[in-house]
Every structure is written in C-alpha cells, then in structure tokens.
C-alpha cells in the first residue's frame, strides 16, 4: 500500500514536472525564438516591433523554468543533482544564454548603446536555444560520449534551434502586420521543414541505434501511443502548411504548439521511468511521501492559479503591434 | 586535480553569484511596495504628483528587476551544478522550499510585471493597484521561502536522517525553525531600509541639487518616516538574532565576538569593542574590552554563559575570523547610524513643520542622505558574510559538512563559469550604473497626466504612445 502510493505519487510528479516543461519550452519557445529571428533582420525598427511582441510575456515565460527546476529539486533530488552535475557546461551556457537577452531586453532602451543589445538579444537566445538542445540530446543519449551520441547531440541542437524558430515566427505572424508578417510566414515553412528532418532523424535514430530506445518503444502500449502521436504531429504538420498558405493568422502557431505538445508527450512516453535511459530512475531518485504529498499540497493547487493569471497576461495584451516606437516606454 | 580545489573554486564561486545577486531583490522589495503604497495615495487622494512619483519610480525598479531576474537563475541551478552532494542530502525539505518559492512568489512577480509596468491604459486603475501589489507579494514571499531554506541551514529542525539523506518528519518544526522568525523578519527589514534609503537618498540629491524640490520633498519624506520606524525596529531584530545566534549556534556567535575562553559560572564574559582574533594562537592578538557586556549582550543577563571557541575543535570553528568579527561591526555600525540620522532628520523636518524651503538650506544633512546610498548594500553584505561564513565548516549546521556538499565535476570546468559570471556582472554593473544614471539626469515628467479611466474595453491593439 505504501509502496503504491509513493509510486503513484512520484509518477504524478513526474507527470507534473513534464507539464511545466512543456509549458516552458512552448513559451520560451517562442520568445527565443524571436531573438534568434532577430538576429536575421537589420532594422532597428524590426527590432523593436518584434521585442514589443514578447516584452510583457517573456520573463514570465522564462520563470516556468524555475519552476521545473524548484519542483525536480523538491520532487526528485537525487535526478536533480545527477542531472545538473552531468550537465554542468551546457547548464552553464544556458544560463549564459539567459542572461544576456534577459539583460539586453531592457538594457536595450539604451540611448547610445542600443543596437549593440539587440545583437546580444539574439545571440543569448540562440545560445540558450543550443544548449537546452544539447542537453535534451544529452538526456537521450543517456549521459554517454561516443561519436554516434554526438551526432545526436548535434541534430537534436538543430532541431531546437529550428523548432524554436518555428514557434517564433508563428507567434510573430500572429502578432505583427506588414513586412514582418509575410516574412515570418516565409520562415515559419523553412523552419517546420527543418524541424520535421530533425525530428525524424532523432526518431529513427532511437529506433535503430540505442538499445534502450528500442526496448522502450517495442514494449506493449508504448508503441501504439506512439504512433497514435505520430499520427497527431503529421496531422498537425499538414494544417501547419495548409494554414500557412492559406493565409491563416491563428491556425499556424496552434499547429505548432500541437507539435511541440506531442513531442514532448512522446518524449516523455520514452523517458519513462526514467529521467536518463538506464541511469536515473523516478521511483530511486523521488523523495519520499511525506514531501511528494506536501509538495503537491503547495505547488498543485497553486498551479492553475498561475495558469490562470499567465493566460491574463497575455489577453491584457492581446492583439497585434503596430508602430515603431520602443517598446516598453 | 584535488577535490579540495573544486570545493574551494564552488564557494568562491557561490560566494560570488550570491553577493552580487541579493544586491537586486532587496530593492525589488522595497521599491515594489513603495509603489503600492504610492499608488494606493494616489487613489485616495487624486493628487497627479502621486502618479508621477509612480512613473518615475517604477522606471528604476524595472532596471533592477532585469538584472535580479538575470543573476538569480544561477543561483537556483547552482545547488545542483555545484552542490550536487548537498542537493542529494536536503532536496526533500530544501528543494521543496525552493520549490514554493518558484511557483508562490517568483511566477507571481512575473506573471504581473508586465502589466504593472506596460498596462498602463489597458487596464482600470483598481487591476493596476492590484497588478502592482501582487509584483510586491511576490518579491516578498519570495524573501520569505528563501530565509526559510536558509535558517533550516542554520538551525535545521523537523527532519531525521535516514540512509545518507535528511527525510522530513515535521513539516510545522522544519518551516518554523529556531532562526526562521528572525531570519525572515531582519532580511525584510533590511530590504525596506534599503529602498527607503534608496528613495530618500536619491530624493536627497535632487533637493541638493534644488531640481523639482516639491515632487523630492514628498517622496524624502515618505522615505524618511518609513525608516523612523523602521530603524530601531531593525536594530532590535538583529539583537533579538543574535541572541538566537549565541543559543542555537555558539561556535558563530564566539567567531563574530572574538571570544575564546568560556565565562565561569558567576562571572560574566566581557566585550571585546575591536580585537585581532588569531585562529593559529586561538587567542585575539589585541583587543579593546568592556568588562561584563558580552553577557549582557548575548543573553541579556548580567551572569550568562558565552560559551569560547576554544570549547570547539578547531576544525568546528568557523574560518577567516578577522572577516566575520568586522563585517559584523561594519553591519551593526551602519544599523546605528541610520537609525541616529532618520531620527536627527525627523527632528529636523518637524522643527521646521516640513516645509521644502527649510530643508533645501540643510546642505550637509542632505548630503549625508545621499553619501548613505550604498551603505544599506555594505550592511545587507556584510550581515550576509556573517550568516554564512559564521556557519561554516557546515552547510547544514551540524549534520553536513561543506567539504561533503559538493559536485564532483572537472575544477576547469568551474574555473570557466567563474571567469564567465565575472565579465557577466562587470558588464551588467557598468550598464545598470549608466542607465540609472540616465534615468536621474532625466528626471521625473511632470506633464505626464494619468490615461483616463475607461468604461468599456480597452483597446485590442497595441498602440505606441
């Protein structure tokens, strides 16, 4: 009884804890991906459209990832100290990363200075992007060097960098008129197309290189969830291009998402029970009841409140940006 | 490489990352529950200077909110990059208090900066209020999870330890453990003098320097009757902490007082005023002593046991002692003085029935207010080095040892992250000093009107003003 009811808790958690990873990574997503789209265009004008369109959201955004990582600490602390440990130089790019556009999103008002910061803006992002690509390659590849690893490594940073764009210049079509908006539609096609080749080739690359991918994915139920996902994302994939070329303002970005949200659920499908292949378990590394239990008590309930007031956030600046002005003044 | 090398590259780097994070939040605090109180005058009474003083403030408190977001991400990945031992033995109470942290407080300042500082027009001026107090919730609560982690690790309590890690027995005694009260409450108090000090010196220099003395006087003097309170309030917590200090955590207390031998029962332990100590004599070089106060200042008895450092093992005595017995001198010299200058200044106004005109001809005092704007940091860090260094050679007091706490990774590898947060900081330090300074040559607009309160939606387009 006890047994269950710790395992049960500590797949709630695990549950939980992907729920605000995917959060994380569909709203950070897009906000780094408009940095690194920032870096493509010249314009001072441009710049200051395209920060506008994020410049209330994105810190909010970014705090999901402290979120995840105070609930892995609290959850799971042994994953969060192996993990972090392994880790340690790609976390400390991506905190890197994070610094830099955090900081030039509001040194970039500045008079003399300000189009210096708006290169720093894309480069912290696109740094942050990698990163946070490798370390998922990391994690799939089980915290192993070797040189089919790094490969891995290297397309699964790829495919963040292009997955994040595509959830950037969804979200821009949606939020600018003009200019700005034909041309993200233009690169919301390339970066889905390089986004898709990433994933199928990380997919099979699971398939037929990693042993304990496959013994995962060929376990009863795990593969027919996932291709009941696939299914979705190819679906997903076909109204991301139809609504491209038809000209829809919404409909892109809510297939991207969709895309996002079943990656992830994939994903998570793999992982499981653990956060590394064969290395860091749930069940090993959760703590005990008496904290899961408290745990859920203080962030669960709490957790739809903060869905809520985000969500409000974005209605209040619902709408698309006009002007040139800079934002934030 | 030695594993010793890697401890002592992650405290120099954690020493770091934390002196120059904690400079940020206690403004946030400060400056974001100036702004409720700003604002809720403003409502009540319609006065438009109100809402100038809104505009004008929040423009510094963005500047530091960027940067405290910026410098605090480390500090939660940090636990876990460099600390890995230490994360593994208390994640279940700490990781769980960090925890809260992030989803009570930290989301909640995020989740209403954005329209507290660009809602302005887009929604009534009630949700604006409520906006700008939920920014100062958050950083507060924030300050209140993050002093209870800490005091657990000055005072751990509520948890057994079983298999090499602590499992949480009693939630209600981990949370309110010995040191928690007084942690939280002399941290937020210290925050608001922070702020107050910020506001009132900055007001200061522009009464110095005679640029809208009506719009400075107000927000001087609001400052300044803050800290009438809250400079004695504060210089009693830290008495009340100490004494804490001295009960639940003797080898600090003893470090920070240079006190070696152990009174005799029916004597009291004397005061040493200044004093060298010298860990290798295990005595203080020299000194300046007031016979019979340490008693009466640790216990507030005339006869009370001080227990000396000599009663502890040298490797159970905290190190660098010069360090803890001045920043704590440096820490409670500057609690004195500001509480004698907000008193001296309150006189001051009053005698002269707060008129602007009276107080503009106080040159000194206004330059002394503004001479006091770094001093409430110099405090806050150095009180910080007392806490922290004072509770070495543990990390969790007396379960865990700091040589036990930390990762095992390359000493190149945190070599590289101290050299990258180094650059970060001189180039985050150098543009905030160059923005801020924009901001006080800039100066308040005093044309700005409040947008007016609208009946029906608000507009579904972002427009630049």
Same mark, same amino acid.
């Given at each position: 009884?006890?047994?269950s009811?710790?395992?049960m ?6 549950g ?12 950070? %997503? ?6 690194i789209?920032?870096?493509?265009? +010249? ?18 955004n ?5 979120v !995840? %990582? ?16 392994d880790?340690y130089?790609? $976390?400390?790019?991506?905190?890197a990363? !994070? ?8 040194? =970039?008002?500045s ?19 990698i990163?946070?690509?490798v370390?998922?390659?990391k994690?799939?590849? %089980?915290?192993?060097?070797?040189p089919?690893?790094?490969a ?10 292009a ?8 979200y821009?079509?949606k ?9 993200? =539609?233009r690169?919301?096609l ?5 986004t ?7 997919t099979?690359a699971?398939?037929?290189i990693?042993?304990?991918g496959?013994? =995962?994915w060929?376990?009863?139920g ?9 299914s979705?994302s190819?679906?997903?994939?076909a109204?991301?291009?139809g609504?491209?070329?038809?000209g829809?303002v ?5 297939a ?10 994939? !994903?998570?499908i ?11 378990g ?11 239990v408290?745990?859920?008590?203080g ?6 409140v903060m869905?809520?007031?985000n ?5 209040i ?7 040139g002005?800079?934002?934030g003044? | 490489?030695?594993l010793?090398d ?5 405290? @120099? ?21 100036f ?9 009540r009474t ?10 004008f403030?929040s ?7 960027a940067?405290g ?5 480390p500090? /939660? ?6 600390w890995a /031992? ?24 995020a ?5 507290? !500082?660009l ?24 300050a ?15 948890v057994?330890?079983?298999?090499g ?5 009693d ?10 009260v007084w ?9 608001i ?6 506001i009132a ?5 522009n009464?110095?320097? =005679?640029r809208?003395?009506?719009?400075f ?15 004695p309030v ?10 804490s200090?001295?009960? +639940?955590q003797p080898a ?11 009174n ?8 040493s005023?200044?004093?060298?100590p ?15 106060m ?10 009370? /046991? ?9 490797a159970?005595?905290?190190?660098m ?17 500001f509480?004698?200058?907000a ?9 002269t ?5 009276r ?7 206004l ?5 006091? @704007? ?6 806050v860090e150095a009180?910080?080095?007392v ?8 990390v ?6 700091t ?5 095992? $990774? ?9 050299g990258?947060?180094?650059c970060?900081?001189?180039?985050l ?23 007016a ?10 427009t +630049?003003?």
């Amino acid at each position: 009884m006890d047994r269950s009811t710790h395992a049960m808790l500590a797949v709630t958690w695990f549950g939980l804890i992907g729920l605000m990873l995917v959060f994380y990574v569909v709203t950070d %997503g897009f906000d780094l991906g408009v940095g690194i789209l920032s870096l493509l265009r +010249k314009r001072r004008e441009d710049h200051d459209v395209m920060i506008q369109t994020i410049g209330h959201v994105w810190d909010a955004n970014e705090t999901w990832l402290v979120v !995840l %990582g105070g609930a892995l600490f609290g959850a799971f602390p042994a994953a969060y100290a192996a993990l972090l440990q392994d880790l340690y130089l790609p $976390v400390m790019l991506l905190i890197a990363g !994070l610094i830099m556009r955090g900081a030039a999103i509001e040194f =970039r008002h500045s008079v003399s200075h300000g189009p210096i910061w708006d290169k720093v803006f894309g480069i912290g992002s696109l740094v942050a992007a990698i990163s946070q690509g490798v370390i998922l390659g990391k994690v799939i590849t %089980g915290l192993t060097p070797g040189p089919m690893n790094n490969a891995f490594v290297t397309v699964s940073a790829i495919g963040v960098v292009a997955g994040y764009s595509l959830l950037g210049s969804t979200y821009l079509l949606k939020k600018t008129v003009g200019n700005i908006e034909q041309w993200s =539609r233009r690169l919301a096609l390339l970066s889905a197309s390089i986004t898709v080749a990433a994933a199928v080739v990380l997919t099979a690359a699971t398939w037929f290189i990693s042993a304990v991918g496959h013994d =995962r994915w060929t376990q009863p139920g795990v593969f027919h969830g996932l291709i009941a996902l696939g299914s979705v994302s190819a679906l997903a994939f076909a109204y991301l291009i139809g609504s491209l070329y038809l000209g829809s303002v919404r409909g892109p970005f809510r297939a991207s998402v969709v895309l996002f949200v079943v990656s992830f659920a994939g !994903l998570a499908i793999s992982l499981f029970p653990n956060f590394v292949p064969g290395k860091v378990g749930i069940f090993e590394s959760a703590s005990d009841t008496s904290t899961l239990v408290f745990m859920l008590i203080g962030i669960g309930l709490i957790f739809p409140v903060m869905i809520g007031y985000n969500l409000y956030q974005y209605y209040i600046f619902r709408g698309k940006v006009v002007g040139g002005a800079h934002a934030g003044e | 490489m030695h594993l010793s090398d890697v401890l002592d590259l992650s405290r @120099i780097q954690f020493a770091m990352t934390a002196i120059f994070h904690i400079m940020w939040p206690i403004l946030t605090i400060s400056l974001s529950a100036f702004l409720v109180l700003i604002e809720v005058l403003w409502l009540r009474t319609g006065n438009v200077g109100y809402y100038r003083h809104a505009r004008f403030w929040s423009k510094l408190l963005v500047l530091n909110f960027a940067v405290g977001v910026v410098s605090g991400i480390p500090m /939660e990945f940090q636990f876990g990059t460099n600390w890995a /031992e230490f994360s593994r033995y208390s994640g279940q109470f700490f990781g769980n208090i960090l925890g809260f942290e992030g989803a009570m407080a930290f989301m909640l300042e995020a989740g209403f900066i954005g329209v507290m !500082l660009l809602g302005w027009g887009r929604v009534s001026r009630a949700v604006h209020l409520f906006a700008t107090s939920m920014v100062a919730l958050g950083s507060s609560i924030s300050a209140f999870w993050i002093m209870v982690a800490n005091s657990w690790m000055q005072t751990p309590a509520g948890v057994t330890v079983e298999g090499g890690k602590i499992v949480v027995t009693d939630y209600a005694a981990a949370i309110f453990n010995p040191d928690m009260v007084w942690g939280v409450t002399h941290m937020w108090v210290a925050a608001i003098e922070t702020g107050m000090f910020v506001i009132a010196g900055i007001s200061a220099w522009n009464l110095f320097k =005679r640029r809208n003395p009506e719009f400075f006087a107000r927000s001087f003097k609001i400052a300044l009757l803050v800290l009438v309170f809250a400079a004695p309030v504060q210089i009693w917590l830290g008495d009340s902490s100490g004494g804490s200090v001295f009960d +639940k955590q003797p080898a600090k207390g003893a470090a920070i007082e240079g006190h070696w031998i152990t009174n005799r029962p029916g004597a009291a332990a004397s005061w040493s005023l200044l004093a060298w100590p010298d860990q290798k004599a295990q005595r203080n070089d020299w000194s300046i002593e007031i016979p019979g106060m340490l008693s009466i200042l640790a216990t507030h008895t005339l006869h009370g /046991e001080v227990k000396g450092l000599t009663d502890f093992a040298p490797a159970d005595q905290p190190p660098m002692l010069p360090l803890l017995y001045y920043a704590f001198r440096v820490m409670a010299g500057i609690g004195f003085a500001f509480m004698l200058l907000a008193f001296w200044t309150a006189y001051v106004v009053r005698k002269t029935r707060g008129s602007v005109e009276r107080l503009l001809e106080q040159r000194k005092l206004l330059l002394a207010w503004v001479l006091c @704007i770094p001093l409430p940091y110099v405090a806050v860090e150095a009180g910080w080095i007392v806490r922290e260094v004072g509770r070495q050679p543990w990390v969790v007091y007396g379960l865990l040892r700091t040589q036990d706490a930390v990762s095992t $990774v390359a000493a190149s590898s945190v070599t590289l992250s101290i050299g990258m947060f180094l650059c970060f900081y001189v180039v985050l330090l150098i543009t905030f000093f160059v923005l801020a300074h924009n901001w006080l040559r800039t100066g308040p607009d005093l044309t700005l009107n409040p947008p007016a309160p609208f009946k029906t939606q608000p507009p579904a387009v972002v427009t +630049k003003s």
